[in-house]
């Protein structure tokens, strides 16, 4: 039997092991796919510590939610693709899905798209959950439209400058809310920078609003970023947030008539349900890349298989400048 290279992981918290096994073969509906990069998400680490619950993962597992590469092998009844195909999205990871950090894995063909001819494949390793995170909310969620005005809380951050390149896409007139060193790339991305550790969100929505507030908030920080989108919003605005979990007093929305959504991006991975409309949106992704309205913010240092747990050292010691890939092929 052919085998590869995986990364495995025995217990939260433990050292991965390098090990060879047996390579995975397509079932109906599949297509086996020679991953070439795996992105590394925070939620890759939580999963790794067993610190999300809302993300388990039966060990022993392999870990990666994001990946691309070049389709091997279709099984039965897959139309949508060919061997020699290069693909992304976000495959696995979760839910006793076999993730990313390996040579090769049997994915669910709904779950992914052509990537973008003019993106290399770390780069579109990057995409697929913070895509998708920011499309649901901006797009599914708000209806996002042009003309609107936009706040993405976290604006440079991993969704965040995804949200921005999005909302910009579609015509809104889009401001981020991050660090102060953070303002020349997200004046690079089209959108107006507000340092939110020197202002409030009072001042600037009086600032950049007169007061009236924005006419969409995504809420990619969670905490206090979401009680700061609540304030931001304008009358019967829309907020949406990537991260709602904890209390939240709810007064400053519902004094405003505004609305609210949560997105939970990895539903479709864990119950199979929604599937299709992941590897839709993963479309839209190449789509936007290829027109040169998205282009993902990679953090230069490279990453071998058995260098992994480096990356993810960085991230929790938020030392990353930008998305981590890890190289596979």
């Known amino acids: ?73 279709v099984g039965q009844g897959v139309s949508g693709f060919r061997p020699g195909d290069e693909v992304y999205g976000m495959t696995g990871g979760v839910g006793g ?33 913070v895509f998708i995170t920011a499309w649901e909310g901006l797009v599914d969620r708000a209806a996002v439209k042009s003309g609107q005005s936009v706040l993405v809380l976290g604006g440079a951050g991993g969704v965040g400058h995804v949200a921005v390149q999005i909302a910009r896409a579609f015509g809104a007139d889009v401001y981020a809310a991050d660090g102060a060193s953070k303002a020349d790339y997200i004046r690079s991305l089209g959108a107006t920078p507000i340092d939110h550790t020197a202002e409030s969100v009072e001042d600037y929505v009086a600032r950049y609003t007169g007061g009236k507030g924005f006419d969409l908030v995504y809420d990619t920080v969670g905490g206090a970023g979401l009680d700061a989108a609540f304030k931001a919003v ?53 789509r936007l890349a290829e027109a040169g309205k998205l282009v993902p913010r990679l953090d230069a240092r490279r990453f071998t298989l058995e260098e992994t747990a480096e990356a993810h050292r960085l991230i929790e010691e938020r030392q990353a400048k930008g998305k981590l890939v890890v190289d596979i092929a």
Not at 56 to 72: F, K, S, W
Not at 112 to 123: G, H, S
Not at 272 to 279: A, D, F, N, Q
């Open 97 to 129: 899905v076999q993730g990313s950090l390996a040579e090769f894995a049997a994915v669910d063909a709904r779950l992914l798209a052509i990537k973008p001819a003019n993106l290399t494949m770390r780069e579109a390793a990057a995409l697929p959950l």
């Open 1 to 73: 039997m052919s085998t590869m290279k995986a990364l495995i992981l025995e217990n939260h918290n433990a050292p991965f092991r390098l090990a060879e096994i047996a390579r995975p073969k397509p079932a109906a509906g599949e297509v086996l796919v020679r991953i070439k990069a795996s992105g590394v998400n925070p939620l890759d680490t939580k999963i790794r510590a067993g610190a999300a619950e809302h993300a388990r993962q039966p060990l022993p597992a392999i870990l990666g939610i994001d990946m691309a590469g070049v389709v091997e092998e």
């Open 234 to 286: 304008k009358r019967f605005g829309h907020v949406v947030t990537s991260l709602g979990w904890g209390t939240h007093a709810l007064a400053p929305l519902s004094f405003k008539a505004a609305s609210y959504s949560g997105v939970f991006t990895l539903l479709p991975l864990l119950t199979g349900e929604g599937r299709e409309h992941h590897g839709e949106i993963m479309q839209e992704a190449t």
